[in-house]
């Protein structure tokens, strides 16, 4: 309930402009709630705790029944298109998040400088904070190019980071199942890392593989932190493919002994058994350098696609699946009607024969069109919990800002927070209501170095949701992915009250959020 505090009151001091009162605080920490109250002033908490009835403000919220808890940090999103668009972030807001990292997997805005004054301008409803991508990088000085950088492209390379990072990002991602990522090896990777190191960065990764490799692609990862002596945080961490379905606890194992012999390395998660990226990631890498003209031409000599078209084939075979059921697409602007069917569906509307090779062939035929956004269904929930309860990971959409009704896409953009709420915690009960708010707080906070964030305590930044433990859910799913979730009655954004009651006031009160080396 929100109410007007009465003239008496504003007379004595303290005061603040706000304060939050009877609540069931979750400081962020993963201490267990106590009842108690937040004051906000200029955008800052300025009192946590049992409040005296004299401490008056001009806006007063009982949260009675309710928890008041630090503003979701969400750790990796691909904003960059979408936020100018619906600057206002209302998937994100409802879902409780305040702070977004953007330029993951590789891919961001190059002149980062340059993409923060424009955020300035725009003035979103969260806060941004971003990575610089290496494949936008690397595509700066050797475009699509399937070969080593020379000595001097590494130095230029070098230099883009360290711009970067003097700009304020948070340190250096990649994504090593997109080109030119998948062409890169490890030295080149470690050299750029070490740059973002010397800035007090992290170094977040799309692994080379998430699949039948996901070991070796994990000791990368790890290697690369080491050699380069910066913080691993490695991205959407899941096991990919029925083939390897079970694998979870091998993985954990590893980082886990990462971090017993003193190496900093975290992991987060978007709390679904499917994935979403590009219809051109099932395509062989070699077929795409280059870039669209060189895939063209390679695919127009049948000898080439017919051995492209086998190749895909093996690879669903050992995947043991018959067909391409598995892929949805999400968005494909040149055929819009496509969106929400399957691979296999495509291609039975195309008149196909229902066989692999021929749907291999479709997937061919909508790349050389446009590359489709796709949904994969791949992976077990008994993995998506046995990697939840990993103490050292955290919540992420790997989403952008959703267009309403915008698409087909995968619901994690609308429901990430809330699912976790809802499903993991009230139902199933995977994890606790304390640390399922720790992981989406204090410890993305800590990761990326966001000081004044994560926490409910004098100083820090007012970023607080006030949530509904009982009823918060998720509503967006695969079928009808455009749905907010519920629950948040009220969030607020540098102390600027965003949701009210449940409903988006469309304030837009986001700030940029630098990284250790902004000069």
């Given at each position: 309930?929100?109410?007007?505090?009465?003239s008496t009151?504003a007379?004595?001091?303290?005061?603040?402009?706000?304060?939050?009162?009877?609540?069931?605080?979750?400081?962020?920490s993963?201490?267990?709630?106590?009842?108690?109250?937040?004051?906000?002033?200029?955008?800052?908490?300025?009192?946590?705790?049992?409040?005296?009835?004299?401490?008056?403000?001009?806006t007063?919220?009982?949260?009675?029944?309710?928890?008041?808890?630090?503003g979701f940090?969400?750790?990796?999103?691909?904003?960059?298109?979408d936020?100018?668009r619906?600057?206002?972030?209302?998937?994100?807001?409802?879902?409780?998040?305040?702070?977004?990292i953007?330029?993951?997997?590789?891919?961001?805005?190059?002149?980062?400088?340059?993409?923060?004054?424009?955020?300035?301008?725009?003035?979103?409803?969260v806060?941004?904070?971003?990575?610089?991508?290496?494949?936008?990088?690397?595509?700066?000085?050797?475009g699509?190019?399937?070969?080593?950088?020379?000595?001097?492209?590494?130095?230029?390379?070098?230099?883009?980071v360290?711009?970067a990072?003097?700009?304020?990002?948070m340190?250096?991602s990649?994504?090593?199942?997109?080109?030119?990522?998948t062409?890169?090896?490890?030295?080149?990777?470690?050299?750029?890392?070490?740059?973002?190191?010397?800035?007090?960065?992290?170094?977040?990764?799309?692994?080379r593989?998430?699949?039948?490799?996901?070991?070796?692609?994990?000791q990368?990862?790890l290697?690369?932190?080491?050699?380069?002596?910066?913080?691993v945080?490695?991205?959407h961490?899941?096991?990919?493919g029925?083939?390897?379905?079970?694998?979870a606890?091998?993985?954990?194992?590893?980082?886990?002994?990462?971090?017993q012999?003193?190496?900093?390395?975290?992991?987060?998660?978007?709390?679904?058994t499917?994935?979403?990226?590009?219809?051109?990631?099932?395509?062989?890498?070699?077929?795409?350098?280059?870039?669209?003209?060189?895939?063209?031409a390679?695919?127009?000599?049948?000898?080439?696609?017919?051995?492209?078209?086998a190749?895909?084939?093996?690879?669903?075979?050992?995947?043991?699946?018959?067909?391409?059921d598995?892929?949805?697409?999400?968005?494909?602007?040149?055929?819009?009607?496509?969106q929400?069917?399957?691979?296999?569906?495509?291609?039975?509307?195309?008149?196909?024969?229902?066989?692999?090779?021929?749907?291999a062939?479709?997937?061919?035929?909508?790349?050389l069109?446009?590359?489709?956004?796709?949904?994969?269904?791949?992976?077990?929930?008994?993995?998506v919990?046995?990697?939840?309860?990993?103490?050292?990971?955290?919540?992420?959409?790997?989403?952008?800002?959703?267009?309403?009704?915008e698409?087909?896409?995968?619901?994690?953009?609308?429901?990430?927070?809330?699912?976790?709420?809802?499903?993991?915690?009230?139902?199933?009960?995977?994890?606790?209501l304390?640390?399922?708010?720790?992981?989406?707080?204090?410890?993305?906070?800590?990761?990326?170095?966001?000081?004044?964030?994560?926490?409910?305590?004098?100083?820090?930044?007012?970023?607080i949701?006030?949530?509904?433990?009982?009823?918060?859910?998720?509503?967006?799913?695969?079928?009808?992915?455009?749905?907010?979730?519920?629950?948040?009655?009220?969030?607020?954004?540098?102390?600027?009250?965003?949701?009210?009651?449940?409903?988006?006031?469309?304030?837009?009160?986001?700030?940029?959020?630098?990284?250790?080396?902004?000069?």
């Amino acid at each position: 309930m929100l109410l007007a505090a009465g003239s008496t009151q504003a007379q004595q001091a303290p005061r603040a402009s706000l304060i939050i009162r009877n609540g069931r605080v979750l400081d962020g920490s993963g201490n267990s709630w106590f009842r108690g109250d937040v004051a906000v002033h200029q955008g800052r908490i300025v009192a946590v705790g049992r409040l005296p009835a004299n401490f008056s403000a001009d806006t007063v919220i009982d949260a009675k029944g309710l928890v008041v808890a630090p503003g979701f940090i969400d750790v990796h999103t691909h904003i960059e298109d979408d936020e100018l668009r619906q600057p206002t972030a209302d998937n994100f807001i409802y879902d409780g998040v305040t702070t977004v990292i953007t330029g993951n997997c590789g891919s961001s805005r190059p002149d980062l400088g340059r993409y923060f004054q424009v955020l300035d301008s725009a003035k979103l409803a969260v806060n941004v904070a971003s990575l610089i991508g290496h494949g936008d990088v690397r595509k700066a000085v050797l475009g699509r190019a399937k070969r080593q950088a020379t000595e001097p492209e590494l130095q230029q390379m070098e230099q883009l980071v360290a711009r970067a990072m003097q700009a304020g990002a948070m340190g250096l991602s990649t994504g090593l199942i997109y080109i030119p990522g998948t062409y890169t090896r490890t030295p080149e990777l470690i050299r750029l890392a070490r740059v973002a190191g010397q800035y007090r960065g992290l170094y977040a990764t799309h692994m080379r593989n998430e699949g039948d490799s996901v070991l070796q692609a994990i000791q990368e990862a790890l290697l690369i932190g080491r050699e380069a002596s910066l913080p691993v945080q490695i991205s959407h961490l899941k096991i990919g493919g029925q083939q390897n379905w079970g694998r979870a606890p091998q993985a954990l194992a590893l980082i886990e002994q990462a971090r017993q012999a003193g190496q900093e390395v975290t992991i987060d998660q978007y709390p679904y058994t499917a994935s979403s990226t590009s219809l051109s990631t099932i395509i062989p890498d070699d077929v795409q350098a280059d870039g669209r003209d060189s895939l063209r031409a390679r695919l127009q000599r049948p000898a080439v696609r017919a051995a492209v078209e086998a190749a895909m084939v093996r690879r669903l075979r050992q995947r043991g699946l018959k067909h391409y059921d598995y892929a949805v697409v999400a968005s494909f602007p040149p055929q819009p009607s496509y969106q929400g069917l399957s691979i296999a569906e495509v291609n039975q509307r195309l008149g196909r024969k229902h066989k692999a090779a021929a749907e291999a062939a479709t997937i061919l035929d909508l790349v050389l069109q446009h590359d489709a956004g796709m949904v994969f269904h791949g992976m077990s929930e008994q993995d998506v919990q046995q990697i939840m309860r990993y103490p050292f990971n955290m919540v992420a959409s790997d989403a952008s800002v959703r267009v309403w009704q915008e698409g087909a896409p995968h619901p994690r953009g609308y429901g990430s927070n809330a699912r976790v709420l809802g499903r993991y915690v009230r139902e199933l009960r995977v994890i606790s209501l304390e640390e399922a708010v720790r992981r989406m707080t204090s410890l993305p906070a800590q990761t990326f170095g966001l000081a004044d964030r994560g926490l409910l305590r004098p100083g820090m930044a007012a970023d607080i949701v006030v949530f509904d433990p009982a009823t918060v859910q998720d509503r967006s799913t695969f079928e009808q992915p455009h749905q907010y979730s519920t629950g948040m009655q009220y969030v607020l954004v540098n102390g600027g009250l965003t949701v009210v009651q449940g409903k988006h006031l469309g304030t837009r009160a986001g700030q940029v959020l630098y990284g250790p080396g902004k000069h």
